[in-house]
């Protein structure tokens, strides 16, 4: 019997990606896509917490491996990045790439002679909202002398996510920034529409963003969610398993 790979769900991105794997409030991002998946396709998580777009270049030709017989075929890529990409330049962090090179590098990542031969569906998901108000706390904790991200700055990294998967053809958006935002604004009955946006600074309220993003950065169970939902309707699934249902296999069962 010939070998018959599982085609991949696989999701490329830093530590929001690499921590979809755990628990959270009795909720797992990856396990509910890979139930969601079940029998039909894999999901292969290669969420690399810390890096950003340069770092992901750089290791991506040793995470990818060209099309061939005993290589799994990827069915769809999910890419989130940008998170530390929006680091600012101070002299405790070194994170941070600039905007336009963030452009340049995901369009690579994107365009990657490797990905491309696989021939998926690129699913392009924005960084999620920042709350710069609890982030700075941490921050703080951590030995930083000033904040290392800013809320108005990561939303911009976003906005570029936005404008990358509108200019290659065929990817396709995940707005989480969008959605993370609305859901906050949905649990914050007080919210002010003229006002800062929540985990803004300036206005000082963090609203729902503090269940949804505890450390200001990471998401909660509750936040994975919503990327679940949003995720979901895009990933379109083969009608037979991989391998035949037990009955086929033991014919002669009611």
Not at 97 to 116: C, G
Not at 157 to 179: C, F, H, N, W
Request: glycine fraction near 8%.
């Amino acid at each position: 019997m010939d070998w018959k790979p599982y085609q991949q769900v696989v999701l490329f991105g830093d530590s929001l990606f690499q921590g979809s794997s755990d628990v959270q409030d009795g909720f797992s991002f990856q396990g509910a896509l890979q139930h969601f998946c079940m029998r039909r396709l894999d999901v292969v998580n290669r969420g690399l917490s810390g890096y950003n777009t340069k770092n992901a270049l750089q290791v991506l030709p040793q995470i990818f491996l060209p099309p061939s017989r005993t290589t799994p075929p990827i069915k769809y890529l999910l890419v989130l990045f940008g998170a530390n990409d929006a680091c600012l330049p101070i002299p405790t962090s070194s994170q941070g790439v600039p905007i336009d090179q963030y452009k340049e590098n995901l369009i690579k990542i994107l365009t990657h002679d490797v990905i491309k031969a696989h021939k998926p569906q690129i699913l392009l998901v924005t960084p999620p909202p920042l709350d710069e108000i609890k982030s700075y706390e941490v921050d703080l904790e951590i030995g930083h002398k000033e904040p290392c991200r800013k809320a108005a700055i990561s939303a911009q990294y976003s906005e570029v996510a936005r404008q990358v998967a509108t200019e290659v053809p065929g990817v396709v958006l995940v707005d989480l920034q969008k959605a993370i935002m609305e859901k906050a604004i949905s649990l914050t009955p007080d919210y002010d529409p003229s006002g800062p946006p929540l985990g803004y600074a300036e206005g000082g309220k963090r609203g729902a963003l503090k269940q949804l993003l505890p450390d200001g950065l990471h998401m909660s169970g509750e936040a994975y969610k919503v990327f679940f939902d949003i995720v979901k309707p895009h990933i379109k699934m083969p009608e037979e398993f991989v391998h035949p249902d037990w009955r086929i296999m033991n014919p002669g069962n009611i």
